[in-house]
């Protein structure tokens, strides 16, 4: 499977700055996404990121909030925007390995917004 | 909207015993379907996956998916206090995984 990194893994932020998380993959991958799980909840996806073009944003989840970028296969980043307390949350990345429908994940970045 | 359900627990069980980790999902399409670990602050992890109806064996893990009643099952047998985590139960629909909320197990010395 392939290794993601993935930084920083943990945050103190104050509410209304903007922080950008970054994902790093091994090898080149397909499809990269980003989630996000909050205190005692299950994963929710945010959006897909496509190499080359706008990701794909899932329901809830807007790009002036989380913008994405996705310059090459093996690298992504998500940014929260205009944080507040809500966003206080793990972030995580990941990957589908060779195209796969499995997902792996990166390690995750624990945000929390005062 | 596709849902996939689990009970949320936990589920307590002795050192040595099987746990039965149980999950249900709403897309009658699904052809793929997962089992994740999570421990307290970490990532999930990839333990199983299925795409048959019928079991799968890996090691102590056994996943058993029975596509008409729309339900995934995982078994662990000989349980390990190292095993207590929560169980992730994700399905891949409409181009994405769908996780569900995740069951808590707890095994006991």
């Known amino acids: 499977s392939a290794v993601i990194s993935q930084k920083p893994s943990r945050d103190i932020c104050q509410r209304g700055t903007s922080l950008t998380i970054q994902c790093q993959v091994d090898?080149?991958?397909?499809?990269m996404f980003w989630y996000r799980q909050q205190p005692g909840q299950s994963l929710t996806l945010i959006a897909t990121?496509?190499?080359?073009?706008?990701?794909?944003?899932e329901s809830g989840f807007v790009i002036d909030k989380f913008p994405i970028s996705r310059p090459n296969l093996t690298f992504s980043t998500l940014t929260v925007s205009n944080m507040s307390p809500e966003d206080s949350s793990i972030y995580l990345c990941?990957?589908?390995?060779?195209?796969?429908?499995?997902?792996?994940f990166g390690q995750g970045t624990r945000l929390t917004v005062v | 909207q596709k849902e996939v359900e689990q009970n949320s627990g936990p589920l307590s069980v002795p050192e040595g015993a099987i746990a039965s980790l149980n999950c249900t999902y709403s897309?009658?399409?699904?052809?793929?379907f997962f089992w994740y670990r999570q421990y307290s602050g970490k990532s999930p992890e990839l333990i199983m996956f299925?795409?048959?109806?019928g079991d799968k064996e890996d090691g102590r893990f056994t996943a058993q998916l029975n596509k008409a009643s729309q339900y995934v099952s995982l078994l662990i047998r000989d349980s390990q206090p190292s095993d207590s985590a929560t169980y992730l139960c994700?399905?891949?629909?409409?181009?994405?995984?769908?996780f569900g909320t995740g069951t808590r197990l707890q095994v006991f010395p």
């Open positions: 990941s990957v589908d390995w060779q195209g796969n429908t499995e997902a792996f």
């Open positions: 090898s080149q991958v397909t499809m």
């Open positions: 990121a496509n190499q080359g073009s706008e990701a794909t944003y």
């Open positions: 897309d009658r399409g699904s052809q793929s």
């Open positions: 299925i795409y048959s109806n």
């Open positions: 994700a399905v891949f629909s409409t181009d994405k995984l769908i």
